[in-house]
T-cell receptor, first 119, second 113 residues
Framework: NAGVTQTPKFQVLKTGQSMTLQCAQDMNHNSMYWYRQDPGMGLRLIYYSASEGTTDKGEVPNGYNVSRLNKREFSLRLESAAPSQTSVYFC??????????????????FGPGTRLTVT | GDSVTQMEGPVTLSEEAFLTINCTYTATGYPSLFWYVQYPGEGLQLLLKATKADDKGSNKGFEATYRKETTSFHLEKGSVQVSDSAVYFCALSGGGGADGLTFGKGTHLIIQP
């Protein structure tokens, strides 16, 4: 079992370029999440998906879009990268959670991260 | 909104010392509480969790008790090892905000031999 995988591991973009970060899980989990980690800021939620076909904004969604392609895959897209989006991006999954009304008490499992630099 | 406050490091201890990392939270609902650990260059791993008041989470010699009256979830270990050097994050979910975890800023722990 691979658990949660992310591609690529590293990426350098120029301002204005676009790219998609990929996340896949083989844990049969319903919920998937994208976070960014910045020095001194902890992790902040960008978007999440409580189930296949649904997505919701988190704390810092501006400049990003997401797609829940199927139960296994959840991608994060930067349409026009900016230096402020330089960060380490983590994908995570959990068993349950019904969105804002029924948030999850289940633990989340994290991928290894993608380190993105925008120049 | 929900928030988590934890002591910021780095915290430097000698091997076999007693460890406490303080964590307090603000949440409107009845959150679940977590401690995650991040080793250099890796993702986060769950260390322990507690889902209701007075629950104690424990794992690998680490413990934390969910204290609703003081809104705290302090991490403790009786005797730390060099291999415990990492960044530790306190987090909550289900406090009334969006699904997903709300994290503290992390505490960098350095254990010297």
């Amino acid at each position: 079992n691979a658990g949660v995988t992310q591609t690529p591991k590293f990426q350098v973009l120029k301002t204005g370029q676009s790219m998609t970060l990929q996340c896949a899980q083989d844990m049969n989990h319903n919920s998937m999440y994208w976070y960014r980690q910045d020095p001194g800021m902890g992790l902040r939620l960008i978007y999440y998906s409580a189930s296949e076909g649904t997505t919701d904004k988190g704390e810092v969604p501006n400049g990003y879009n997401v797609s829940r392609l199927n139960k296994r895959e959840f991608s994060l897209r930067l349409e026009s990268a900016a230096p402020s989006q330089t960060s380490v991006y983590f994908c995570a999954t959990s068993r349950g959670g019904g969105g804002p009304t029924f948030p999850s008490s289940y633990e989340q499992y994290f991928g290894p991260g993608t380190r993105l630099t925008v120049t | 909104g929900d928030s988590v406050t934890q002591m910021e490091g780095p915290v430097t201890l000698s091997e076999e010392a007693f460890l406490t990392i303080n964590c307090t939270y603000t949440a409107t609902g009845y959150p679940s509480l977590f401690w995650y650990v991040q080793y250099p260059g890796e993702g986060l791993q769950l260390l322990l969790k507690a889902t209701k008041a007075d629950d104690k989470g424990s794992n690998k010699g680490f413990e934390a008790t969910y204290r609703k009256e003081t809104t705290s979830f302090h991490l403790e270990k009786g005797s730390v090892q060099v291999s415990d050097s990492a960044v530790y994050f306190c987090a909550l979910s289900g406090g009334g905000g969006a699904d997903g975890l709300t994290f503290g800023k992390g505490t960098h722990l350095i254990i010297q031999p």
